[in-house]
C-alpha cells in the first residue's frame, strides 16, 4: 500500500508538471481509472476517449488502454504529445488483421464500403472508408444498410455477426477475435444462470454467438454500465472484461456484479477476462512514463491523414 501511495503521488506531480492528462480505459485496473477521476482526467470506452483527448486542452495525453487508442488519439490531436505507460500493449484484433492481407481482400470487393472497428492499426483504419466503436457500430451500419451499400467487416467476427443479424446489412466478415470475450462459454454460463436465476444476463458483443443468445442486453462497455443501472434486476452476470466493475459498480452501487465464467470446470483461460494488454497499464509502469523514450506514439504522416478521414466520420457521427 506504501508503495502504492508513492507511485499515485508521483504520477500526481508529473502530471501538472507536465500539464498532462491522463485517459484511462473501463478495462484498466481500477487504481488506474480512480487516479484519472482524482487528476481531471477520463475514465470511458474507447470513443469517449477519443473525443476527449481530442477536446482537451493539455499538452500531453496519457493514454492507459491500447495501442490503437494511442494512434488514435495522435492521429485526432497531432499537435499533441500521446504517451502510453508501454507501447506493448496490443490488441488480438489489431494483431489479427495485417494491413496487406486485409488490403487484398479489400481489392477483392472493389463495390464494398470498408467499415473497420477502432480496434485497429491506423494503416487499417487509413483503408477504411469508415471506422466504429461497438457503441455506434449498429446505428452506422443500419444507416449504411438503408443507402443499400455492401461491406466489408473487419476485423472482430462476432461482432460483425452481431451487426449483421440486427441490421440485415450485406457484410463479409473478416475472422478476427478478441481472446478475452472469445473465452465466454456457454456450457458453463449456463451454470452460473442457474446459480442466479433472478440475474440478468449482460453480453458485450465480441463473444460468440452462443452467449450473446442467452444475453438480456447485449451492448459495448458504456451501454452495459448504463443497463446495469437500469434494468430492474438486483443481479448482474456481465460477459466482459472484469475491468469493468470498477466502473459499473460505481454508477450501479446496489447491484450485485458476477462475471461469467471463462472456461469450464477444472479448465484453464488464457485471459481469465482480463486483457492482459490491458493489464499492462499497471501503476508502477505508468509511474515511468515520463521517462525514456520509448513511450511516445508517432503514427506515419501519410497514413495519419488518409485514417483521419474515417475517424473524424466516427466522431461527428456520435455527436
Ligand atoms: P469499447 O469500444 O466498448 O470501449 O470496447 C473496445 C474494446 O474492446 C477495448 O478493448
Ligand atoms: Fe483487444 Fe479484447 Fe483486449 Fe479489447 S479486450 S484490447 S478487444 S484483446
Request: hydrophobic content about 40%; aromatic content about 6%; some cysteine.
Amino acid at each position: 500500500p506504501e508503495q502504492k501511495e508513492n507511485h499515485t503521488a508521483k504520477i500526481k506531480d508529473l502530471l501538472v508538471k507536465h500539464n498532462a492528462v491522463l485517459i484511462a480505459h473501463y478495462y484498466t485496473d481500477p487504481d488506474i481509472q480512480a487516479l484519472a477521476e482524482e487528476t481531471g482526467g477520463f475514465v470511458g470506452d474507447s470513443l469517449e476517449m477519443a473525443k476527449f483527448g481530442a477536446r482537451h486542452e493539455a499538452d500531453t495525453l496519457i493514454i492507459a488502454g491500447v495501442k490503437f487508442m494511442g494512434e488514435t488519439a495522435k492521429i485526432l490531436s497531432p499537435e499533441k504529445r500521446i504517451l502510453m505507460p508501454t507501447l506493448e500493449a496490443t490488441c488480438s484484433l489489431d494483431l489479427g488483421c495485417p494491413i496487406e492481407e486485409f488490403s487484398n481482400f479489400c481489392d477483392q470487393h472493389p463495390d464494398r464500403e470498408v467499415v473497420v472497428y477502432a480496434n485497429t492499426s491506423a494503416a487499417v483504419k487509413a483503408r477504411a472508408d469508415w471506422v466504429v466503436t461497438s457503441s455506434i457500430a449498429v446505428d452506422v451500419l443500419e444507416h449504411l444498410a438503408e443507402q443499400d451499400k455492401k461491406i466489408i467487416w473487419g476485423p472482430d467476427k462476432h461482432l460483425g455477426r452481431y451487426i449483421q443479424q440486427q441490421t440485415g446489412a450485406d457484410m463479409l466478415l473478416w475472422q478476427g477475435a478478441c481472446i478475452v470475450h472469445d473465452e465466454f462459454k456457454t456450457n458453463a454460463l449456463e451454470q452460473t444462470m442457474a446459480l442466479h436465476p433472478d440475474a440478468a444476463v449482460l453480453v458485450h458483443p465480441e463473444s460468440p454467438q452462443s452467449v450473446v443468445d442467452l444475453a438480456d442486453f447485449v451492448g459495448s462497455t458504456s451501454q452495459l454500465i448504463k443497463a446495469a443501472n437500469e434494468l430492474p434486476h438486483k443481479k448482474m452476470i456481465v460477459a466482459t472484461d472484469k475491468g469493468i466493475f470498477y466502473k459499473m459498480q460505481q454508477k450501479a452501487p446496489n447491484k450485485e456484479l458476477i462475471i461469467a465464467p471463462t472456461a469450464g470446470e477444472g479448465a484453464t483461460c488464457r485471459s481469465c477476462a482480463h486483457c492482459p494488454w490491458m493489464k499492462m497499464n499497471a501503476l508502477h509502469v505508468l509511474s515511468e512514463v515520463f521517462e525514456g523514450n520509448d513511450k511516445e506514439i508517432f503514427v506515419d504522416e501519410d497514413l495519419a491523414k488518409k485514417a483521419l478521414i474515417p475517424l473524424e466520420k466516427m466522431v461527428n457521427f456520435a455527436n
